[in-house]
Nanobody, 126 residues
Framework: QEQLVESGGGLVQPGGSLRLSCAAS????????ITWSRQAPGKERERISCISNMDHVTYYSDSWKGRFTISRDDAENTVYLQISNLKPEDTAVYYCGAREDYSHSIGICYYAMESWGKGTLVTVSA
């Protein structure tokens, strides 16, 4: 069973940057993808980006490109989400999710994630 722990959230001023981390473990099937999503108060969860262990990167909408950058560090078993030029509307709980499979699929980021972390809160305010 995959285990995911997010960190790196906090209070940041508008225009600032943050790097969120997702420490991942428990993968056994050989292929996996880790996704970042967020949920603002009173709103539905939004999918932001996803990266597989084959380095296939997906941004679920063009609106995420530019200020949001996903990356991974195999040595640290960690996936990062860099967010720049933060805006008050970026205030949300950010979650990482994961899915693993026995075979590789470039569509893995579009399948339902099997596990989720507890989230890390990002608050953007002056």
């Amino acid at each position: 069973q995959e285990q995911l722990v997010e960190s790196g959230g906090g209070l940041v001023q508008p225009g600032g940057s943050l790097r969120l981390s997702c420490a991942a473990s428990g993968f056994t099937k050989g292929y996996y993808a880790i996704t970042w999503s967020r949920q603002a108060p009173g709103k539905e969860r939004e999918r932001i980006s996803c990266i597989s262990n084959m380095d296939h990167v997906t941004y679920y909408s063009d609106s995420w490109k530019g200020r949001f950058t996903i990356s991974r560090d195999d040595a640290e078993n960690t996936v990062y989400l860099q967010i720049s030029n933060l805006k008050p509307e970026d205030t949300a709980v950010y979650y990482c999710g994961a899915r693993e499979d026995y075979s590789h699929s470039i569509g893995i980021c579009y399948y339902a994630m099997e596990s989720w972390g507890k989230g890390t809160l990002v608050t953007v305010s002056a």
